[in-house]
């Protein structure tokens, strides 16, 4: 949500105000920190990734510069995994509660704007009232009379020194932090939701690569039963191969295991409980690697990443409570005026006689607190501090997850290309060496190593088809998702109308909305 569409709830139209008052606010001015001066993201020059047989097989090329599609999962071309991330933002209740923590930080800047306005109440009264003559050191009857009274007192603390402004800076940063805390945690979100998706295709095709070893194992024994039946092979023979089936049979349990824990998982991210698991999956053959790859230019990924952004906006935020604490040791104005009648009828309540009226004016500031004002503002300045380290950390994190997202997709395209070759190549050695055991020049111990060798390389094989895919959610993700490529906000992160006249707001007092990306 753009501060411009933030702008039409209204609430926050006071704003205006509080910038206005910025230029002579006491305490620091907050300036956004400059973009690391690199023009890459890794020590050497990547251009892309080969390219293999098979699914995931696809050659990448890095393209430099390119913008990050808001809807970045499409790039697969699946609908099941398009239908699983609408479900997951649609359900999963940690957007839910980003969204409720976002529009709760608006509307508590929302209300600390009323302070930069004067506060204004109204009452009336009627009171029945009986008082003796003796009380006022008088004799004779008791007095009774009603009195009629209204009053509208009305007070204004100028914000001389800006702390109010500063207060509301804080607050306005604060909200800005939920904002990126929102578009952090529907990136997280969807980025598992996909990441899942694909490990649970790769579970299922090591199970059925499994499988289908243990089906032609037990093939085997039943031949290898016969032959021995007919004495062409030694009882040593069949139980080497039962016990291989075995310790085949044995490596499917843990396998069924992890696929079993990955769907609860996923069914977690789309917001289910594991027992309404309907079985939907991506078959790993069906997704598609995008041959072309955005990476941002290092200098516009301090802006793109939300992470980076939530950082910036916690030291924005501890930089106007420095201003705060500096104004709070300050004086303080306060104006007050009050205006109304009193009367003993009704009828006689607005009349000229029955007006009633006060103005002042009062200067109230800290003259002995034992160092508490000054501590206070030390510790905000040393939160400042922190702030600002963590931000710096937070930034080094950032390059280093593209790097390792550049580095994974070039090295795994270089694995699959490998693991593609060696199950061919066991493919033929297994041939090879059952032929050569049929014609009695090898030993039975040559199949069962092949075998071994084969499975190996089919699990190996699948496990690296996966990584390439799940190497480009990393990359999308570590690049920022795309975030400003779209609208993750709903109605639920808006302030609420007030339903008071609205305060006009000059032009330019509104900072722009951010623009994180030049394309």
Known sequence: MTYRRWLKSGALIPLAHALALGGCAVGPNFVAADAPGVSGYTAGRLSGAAGADGPGGTAQRFVAGADVPGIWWKVFRSR???????????????????????????????????????????????????????????????SLFTLYKTSVPISFTPDIFGGKARGIEADLAYADYQRFQLEATYLTLTANVVTTAISDASYADQIRATEEQIEGQRQLVALLEQQFALGAVSNADVLTQKAQL????????????????????????????PSQD??????????????????????????????????????????????????????????????????LALSGLYGPKSVAWSVAASLTGPIFDAGNLYHTKESKIAALEQSGAKYRSTVITAFQNVADALRAIQSDADLLKAQVEAEKTAAES???????????????????????????????????QASRYADTVALYQALGGGWWNRIDESPAAEVKPAGVAAIFVPAGALPPPPAPSAN
Not at 301 to 314: G, H, K, W, Y
Not at 437 to 464: D, M, P, Y
């Open 278 to 343: 309907r079985a939907e999956a991506v078959p790993l053959s069906n997704l598609r690697l995008p041959r072309d790859l955005p990476v941002s230019v290092p200098s516009l990924l301090v802006r793109q990443r939300p992470d980076i952004q939530a950082a910036e906006s916690q030291v924005h935020q501890a930089s106007a409570n420095v201003g705060v604490a500096v104004a709070n040791m300050l004086p303080n104005v306060t104006l007050s005026a009050s205006g109304g009648s009193s009367a």
């Open 246 to 273: 075995a310790q085949t049979v044995a490596t499917l349990p843990p396998l069924q295991k992890s696929r079993a824990q990955n769907r609860n998982q996923l069914m977690a991210y789309l917001g289910r409980l």
């Open 80 to 142: 099941r995994i398009e239908a699983f991330v609408r479900e997951a933002i649609d359900n999963h209740p940690d957007i839910t509660a980003a969204q409720a923590a976002l529009r709760e930080a608006r509307e508590v800047a929302a209300a600390d704007m009323s302070a930069l306005m004067p506060s204004a109440s109204g009452s009336d009264s009627v009171t029945r009232s009986q008082t003796p003559l003796a009380e006022s050191g008088q004799t004779g009857p008791s």
């Open 430 to 464: 297994l041939k090879m060496s059952q032929a050569q055991f049929k014609a009695g020049s090898t030993t039975f111990i040559s199949v069962i190593n092949a075998e071994q060798t084969l499975l190996t390389a089919r699990i190996n094989r699948v496990k690296a």
